[in-house]
């Protein structure tokens, strides 16, 4: 145990002169940093050792400490310093850390923040979440044990999440007899992999969290090593300050600030660069072009900003300008692509859809994503690149992206505000990956559209009627075809100009080289919409009739068109009605196992919320279905 | 080249989130329980509204048992900042007899702040709610995120957490569903005090040290506030020199004697004290994951 002299702070400038101690730390800097180790590498005793150390530990919160090690704890009657940092109650009766978890400390010269996150496999998904804010990374390694794969697995995600500064703390020390040879073997061991993927440098130290040696002192048990503490070097490595700050000046727009008539200014937070009054600024997607007029703060107005700060700007000319919108150094804007290529971590339980609709968010924009099947997955222990269909759960893939619309982004390593993403699942919410984009695909810029003489208004107008597209959707055997059919026959007495997509009629055609997985569902759904927006650009009422058992897919179409024309036809037969009915026989083959991915056995059909018709074949008959569509879709004109 | 302090880039992030919350959220409101982590979070929020007023509600869940100097620097921030307040509070527990005196710690808080609460977020349909919680208070606090989701019956899933990456933040939301949105989470005790001695920020004078009248009871040092606190045989009120580390209701916070009157004072105290400021709050003892509970059961 250390003495409470080397703690690192002083009590008696506290009890002599508060005064002078506010005012030194007031001036203090800010490191973020993660610890990586495996689940016996003692991560959470050296966690807890600082925060001991630094006293962040109160008396009542040790007294329970000590009765909490008496009860789960590890180290005998001696104190499980682990035990201050597994939170939550479910956690302590596994033993393991099963989340993130962020510690505080706060020594003479720095704050620190500490995302602890477990060294588990399957967690990979929260150690890229605690990498993601941390400029520095602590890897443990076990004295006795080496670099082990899950060294090499957690060095990888820290590169790969773009921390500069790596530290390799070879902990447990004190069971090796403090030996500089094992030190020695391990350091090198750790540079050979380190060069091999990319890490420029590193610090090694080598300590005990249990015992305390070289943590905030250099100890008597390890003569032979000469460099600092772990605190010390903590306290001194240089953050990247210069660096962005002497990047092209972006701000992502959060908010626009407009109190009244005379005020409008655009919120955010710096990403990158100074700006001052006076400066020239471009508003990237748009391109349009200001100059800075203030920098205004509740503080007063401010000469000049930089990265890191929230602050208020206003231009001296009128510019669109709004949330998701970039503001950035005129003369050096980034760049803005609906396609790109990215390096990317999936952390959903529910597997990639390649095709399927996401929302993706990067900076303050959310705009909607589509994933092509990965170029790779990445074997996050050998390093290998594995061919891949999709991603799951921990996964890490490369892959194109293409975005319903531009957006302005840098490459990760540029910068990280500007170049990492997630994306968000239109169904569930859920937040599924993290992306860190490698580079732009200029492609977008090649493919320009085709300006056409005759518009779809024109189309319509010579039809005399308004285009719709009606998105039969229900399950197999609900009654889609014969709806649509009747439909379709009553408009076409009306003199209307019609045609039915029949889910069956295109699988023989234009989708014949689809099959019924998910994904192949999806691409169904897509290209059907594309036809059906096609047709209804050229004036037409489109009819199709499809399961299309997925609303994120049939919102995608939903969004292809102009507001207002896409009627959603809920067919809601329930599955008991239909698989009695059975028309096709198909039901009894899926329940037998001869039909794989059939919608409503054994692959899910997702019910609209708020279809804008909804009819069935139990309460009415077809006809009766058909008609009252008819007067819900009237007049047409 | 120019260094942002470490209080620098906490304000920056706390603004950057009150901002990302107005821009997608519906319908937000903020959790005013007058003491100084939501003094915090106020300054915060005019900080980045400004010069826009704050575009949301205050809402204060009274228990009754407030602490009448709470009451006042209340109405007055309010009044002075031009603010809107809700003030949330359950009759019936208190028609049913429900006090801090004869209820038992768990009920009087599920009763008094817990179900309160949950029926104004429900009755104003509050999409997103900020709260002043840190995740230097409490272990369990510890694993929270910033934006915390809550199901429709306002109950939280510690396992079904979305992580958080960058300073991106997924507000994505089901119909019933709300986030808990927690501003100063990355603020140590340490760092709200040095905030409000460099930013001014006006505090309630509960924190500064003065001759209270007070009772000695459970190990704890409870002030008179009212003529409502019941005495026990024998007990009598004794003027003492004491000041609160944290407020909740007056006749369950612990006071602590002490000579602070200024600023600095207390900092002093604090960084020399050896008990943590939960220390003083009955609400939060028994099992050692009792956070946890509560937490999940819908208390801030």
Known sequence: ?637 | MRNLTHLERLEAESIHIFREVVAEAENPVMLYSVGKDSSVMLHLARKAFHPAPVPFPMLHVASGWDFQDLLAHRDRTVREYGLKLIVAANEEAEAQGINPFDTGSALYSQAQLTDPLKRALTTHGFDAAFGGGRRDEEKARAKERIFSFRNAAHRWDPKNQRPELWNLYNAKKAKGESIRVFPISNWTELDIWQYIALEKIDIVPLYFSKPRPTVQRDGMLLVVDDDRFRLEPGEAPVMRSVRFRTLGCYPLTGATESDAIAMNDIIQEMLLATGSERQGRAIDKGQSASMEDKKQEGYF
Not at chain 1, 541 to 563: Q, Y
């Open chain 1, 1 to 637: 145990m250390d003495t409470p002299s080397s703690s690192f702070r002083t009590d008696a400038l506290i009890a002599k002169d508060i005064d002078a101690y506010l005012d030194a730390h007031q001036h203090k800097s800010l490191l973020r940093f993660i610890t990586c180790g495996s689940v016996d590498d003692g991560k959470s005793t050296l966690i807890g050792r600082l925060l001991y150390d630094s006293k962040m530990i109160f008396e009542d919160q040790l007294a329970a400490l000590e009765s909490d090690s008496i009860k789960h704890g590890t180290q005998g009657a001696e104190i499980d310093f682990a035990l201050l940092v597994d939170g939550l109650a479910a956690e302590r009766e596994q033993g393991i850390t099963i989340d993130v978890a962020y510690r505080f400390f706060t020594t003479e010269k720095r704050k620190f923040i500490v995302a602890d996150t477990p060294g588990h496999e399957q967690y990979t998904r929260n150690m890229v979440t605690g990498a993601s804010t941390a400029d520095l990374a602590v890897i443990l390694v076990d004295a006795r044990k080496g670099v082990l794969q899950q060294t090499r697995r957690h060095s990888y995600l820290v590169h790969l999440l773009g921390i500069r500064h790596v530290v390799l703390a070879v902990n447990k020390m004190d069971l090796v007899g403090y030996d500089q040879g094992v030190f020695d073997r391990i350091v090198a061991d750790y540079r050979a992999f380190a060069t091999s993927i990319g890490i420029a440098g590193f610090t090694a130290l080598p300590i005990s969290g249990f015992k305390g040696d070289n943590i905030t002192a250099a100890s008597a048990n390890t003569p032979w090593y000469e460099g600092p503490s772990l605190i010390h070097h903590l306290e001194t490595v240089e953050l990247d300050t210069a660096a962005a700050q002497g990047a092209p000046f972006r701000m992502p727009v959060q908010w626009v600030n407009r109190p009244n008539l005379d005020f409008r200014g655009f919120a955010g937070q710096i990403a990158s660069g100074t700006i001052r009054p006076g400066d020239a600024v471009r508003i990237v997607p748009s391109g349009k072009t200001s100059t800075v007029k203030t920098i205004s703060t509740f503080d007063g107005d401010l000469d000049e900003a930089v990265a890191g700060q929230s602050v208020t700007i206003t231009l001296a000319d009128e510019v669109d300008c709004s949330r998701g919108d970039l503001i950035a150094a005129a003369g050096d804007p980034p760049q803005a692509s609906d396609q790109f290529c990215a390096t990317f971590v999936w952390m959903d339980e529910a597997a990639l859809k390649p095709g399927r609709g996401y929302w993706l968010k990067i900076g303050t924009q959310t705009v909607t994503a589509t994933v092509q099947p990965p170029k790779y997955e990445i074997d996050v222990n050998s390093l290998e690149h594995l061919a891949a269909r999709t991603l799951t759960l921990n996964a890490i893939g490369v892959a194109e992206f293409a975005t319903d619309r531009p957006i302005a982004f840098e490459p990760y390593e540029a910068n990280r505000q500007l170049g990492g993403f997630i994306l968000i699942d239109k169904f569930t919410n859920a937040t599924v990956a993290a992306g860190m984009i490698a580079f732009s695909l200029r492609r977008a810029d090649n493919v320009h559209w085709q300006p056409v003489a005759i518009t779809r208004e024109d189309h319509a107008g010579m039809k005399n009627q308004t285009p719709r597209v009606l998105w039969f959707t229900g399950l197999s055997g609900s009654g889609k075809s014969t709806i649509a059919n009747e439909v379709e026959k009553q408009l076409f007495l009306m003199n209307r100009h019609t045609f039915l997509l029949d889910g069956d009629n295109v699988r023989h055609g234009l989708n014949r080289d689809l099959g019924f997985t998910e994904t192949d569902r999806i691409e169904n759904i897509r290209r059907v919409g594309e036809v059906a927006k096609l047709m209804a650009d050229a004036g037409l009422i489109v009819l199709t009739a499809f399961i299309s058992p997925f609303r994120a897919e049939r919102e995608m179409v939903r969004k292809m068109l102009p507001e207002g024309e896409f009627i959603e036809i809920f067919v809601d037969t329930p599955l008991e009605v239909v698989e009695a009915r059975d028309v096709k026989g198909l039901y009894k083959k899926a329940r037998e196992g001869k039909l794989k991915n059939f919608t409503g056995i054994d692959s899910p059909y997702e019910p609209p919320e708020y279809p804008e018709i909804r009819v069935n074949t139990v309460d009415m008959t077809a006809a009766e279905a058909a008609r009252y569509i008819i007067d819900r879709i009237l007049p047409l004109k």
